[in-house]
């Protein structure tokens, strides 16, 4: 099932602001970071967890609290990977996931458990058609074409075929008999975009309709006052968790395996191990196999290539657009490029804007010399605001980082089916975890987050439970 981006019907305006001026959650302030104190690391665990993203941290806080020893290996100097929260115009941003569900995972109990705040996100997008905000029917009809949107890719899936995504989509709607064909819905384009590029950082011809319509990934309705890339650090900050160790190499050694650290003489012994690394990171070779990764495996990481999604974030003095604290807004598609923005984070003037495929490639390669110009189109073409409005931007470059090479995978067309490769057991003492794992909800935060508990669990299972 395509997951539509708001349950249907919920998006009339009334609704919508109704929800967003919902309070904050009365939840106390964020946690002290307060770890082990950083030492040698260990030569012998249960569990070695390679990767601090959600993915890892989830694994990591599985295993702690089953009393088996455990590290966290990290290659970059925090923990939190692709939710990661910097400090710009004064505040906290967030340059990669900025919401997350709280439905099916267990990531926001764990903060609540903590004590770290949450926020309610809220429901649906204004739409915008030349500047102004789309009328009630207008919703109606795009709720209609993403919902029909949806249908055709599931018809186009049944029984397990499997094409380009764009091949539903796109085909031209059978003209009555007596009549002249139909004109594409006013929507269809902009569907398109969200369904294809928005959300996946690729275009629909690059992308398999049975991996799209799997995927059902559940709306995000929370976020973090502080930063989600804070609050996913703050959960790991009691972990025994070391930052700057890049693992190189991960040799089977018959009853353990072993795990080179860079710089590190002697390596590190584990029974079991949890691969929390992006799979772009895996499908480059970039961190080393001996023996190598199944040729399954390996073709599996090749049939699902990276995304590209970039994000530029900047001050917009004045509420211009008249939005809610938080509020996401989608607009027709048409000259500007296409982005999502959302706005007012936190009721500020802190706006942010996701762009997709070639112009997030663009953002990535030369920096915010590219968002800046980007943004100021987006803002002009779209709302008729003045290229002074926007003075600077900061941006995400996660395509270009090594550690990170992308936004999340889709499979390629025809290799829709290659993603349940990803719960096999490598050589019977390596699981993986991290979004792109699981066949359904792929590529979000939530669902990082759950396969690292999962993939904990596996290991705990394969050592007999907790100690
Ligand atoms: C621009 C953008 C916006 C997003 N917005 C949202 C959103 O609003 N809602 C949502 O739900 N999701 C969103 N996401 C997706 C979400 O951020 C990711 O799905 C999630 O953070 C991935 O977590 P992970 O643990 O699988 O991987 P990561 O967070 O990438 O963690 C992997 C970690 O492995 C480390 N690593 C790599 N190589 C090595 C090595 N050799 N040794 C040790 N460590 C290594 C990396 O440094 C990294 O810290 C967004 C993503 C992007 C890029």
Redesign the pocket.
Known sequence: MIRPPFPPGSLTRRRFLAASSAALLPLPALAQSGGPAASALPSDVDVAI?????????AARRVAASGRSYVL????P???????TRTAFGMNV????????RTGATLAAGAQADGLALAPLPSGRRLFVDGHEARESAYDAFTAALGKARRDMLAAVDGGKDVAASVPLTAAPPAPASSAPLPPDIWTATVLQLLGPLSC?RALPTLSALDLSQRD?PV?DLTAPGG?GAL?EALGAKLDARTD????LITNSGRFHSIT??GQRTPIRARAIVL???AP?LAAG??RFNPVLPARLTNALRALPAGA???AAFLLPGNPLGLQPNEAVLARAGRAPAALL?GRIGGSDLHVL?FADAL?REIAEKGEASALRLARDYLSLNFGLAAERVSEVVC?R?GT????R???VAASPGQGGQRRVFADAVQNRIFL?????PVAG????????T??EAAAGRALALLGGPA
Do not use: H, M, N
């Open positions: 390679v990767g601090g993203g959600a993915a890892g941290i989830a290996l990290e290659a970059g925090t923990l939190g990977g692709r939710a990661r967030d340059l990669g996931a900025g919401g997350f569900s950082g990934a995000d989600v996913i160790t890049p693992v190189t650290v860079r929390a690394v992006p990171v970039a961190l999604l970039e994000q959302r996701t997030a995400s996660w980082d090594p550690l990170i992308g936004a999340l975890a991290g979004e792109y794992v792929w590529g979000t935060l939530s669902a990082a987050w396969s690292g």
